[in-house]
């Protein structure tokens, strides 16, 4: 049984490249501690028509929202009115995503919410593969609630070892309708869309049905995007809209060897860094299991290595174990989820300020760390780097 279809996907109309370059923004959930980057995505955009105008950049989350998400809402209808998309009825794209030398490949369709339960141990064909910080619902929530639309930066992974879905698609590519090609802003490299044929999105619906099979049930674990997935769900089960049943994706298979997983670092805040560092460290060795781990830390122009004993699986777990209780003791503390090293050295060096560097977890044992244990600590990693992740590109009408 498979949980990914066809769906109704709408792309800008007649749109140039440099149409689609100002359309197409990155997920909301990267650089969060950032400001200057998406300064600069709003001047490239300008007054064109764009991706970034119907999404939140969690950068700007505030208490109240309420506006912002009005003039999104708003916004969403507006494109639909002046009839900007063209639609795809009963679509897959077969996506090719090139940064550097490497080249990604996907597949973009919609899933079936029925089949996703983000519930640690949950065995449906839909799996959270970290834990889901339910406190950051709420205002995807309002977004979907009233939108006209959704986006995906979500991203699946399945798991094809002798990768039978996506390499017949490449091979017959020249074949297909493009749909899109354009560079990525800020050199974020080079996308292209391919619709495929009837004949060939049955071939993937006939090959996916074989992974639940071979994966203790799981067909999909989601790789980006958990949260964003996690509202889409509770918007559905509120309102059992069939519309809402499902949610646009893309897929890939955890096996193309362009798909690296990094790992999500942590930068504190407002933090007495010392006291912190002096802290986890008598922590660990009181509660430590056994085991040593090693973390770099970075603070002003100092930084430094160290090792302490392990009091979870993975070293983001005992750090983030560590960080939830002491920012219980000091709420002023505040902690942010970094993709990119560089990212971390240079949050770091903002006083008062702390970040941490580690080794995460391996993509060759992903599946089988998901159906032994449920889930992984929250944030412990990413798909690639920052630059690399999900540009907002496709939309289906949700309403």
Known sequence: MSCFYPADILLPKNASKEDMQKWAVIA???????????????????DAPSSLNIMLPEIYLEKDNTEKIEKINAKMQEYLDND?????????????RQVGDKVR???????????YDYTPGSKTLIRATEATIIDRLPPRIKIRKNAPLEMPHILM????????????LEARKDELEVVYDFDLMKDSGHITGYLLTKEMQQDVERALDKF???????????????????????????????????????????HNSAQEFESIFRVLFNVDAE?????????????????MQKFKYYKGEEEGEFEVKATAKLPVGTLQGFIDLYIEENPEVKVDYIHGQDVVKKLAKKENTLGFIYEGIKK?????????DGSLPRKTFSMNEADEKRFYIETRKIK
């Open 275 to 291: 006291n912190f560092l002096s802290e986890f460290k008598e922590y660990t060795m009181q509660n430590g299991m056994g085991g």
């Open 212 to 254: 639940a099979e071979e994966n203790d049930g799981l067909q999909f674990a989601v790789g980006d995007g958990n949260h964003s997935l996690a509202a889409a769900k509770a918007c559905y089960e509120k309102d059992k809209n069939p519309l809402n049943r499902y949610a646009l994706v893309e897929i890939e298979n955890v």
């Open 105 to 115: 490949k996907g597949l973009v369709g919609m899933v079936d919410l029925e089949q």
């Open 28 to 46: 909301c959930d990267q650089y969060t501690s950032d400001e200057e980057y998406w300064e600069d995505v709003k001047e490239i955009v300008g």
């Open 157 to 168: 992974l399945f798991n094809d070892a002798n990768k039978t879905i996506v390499a017949p």
């Open 84 to 96: 900007m998309f063209e639609e795809y009825k009963d679509a897959m794209i077969y996506v090719e």
């Open 364 to 372: 060759d044992n992903f599946f089988d760390a998901i159906i032994q």
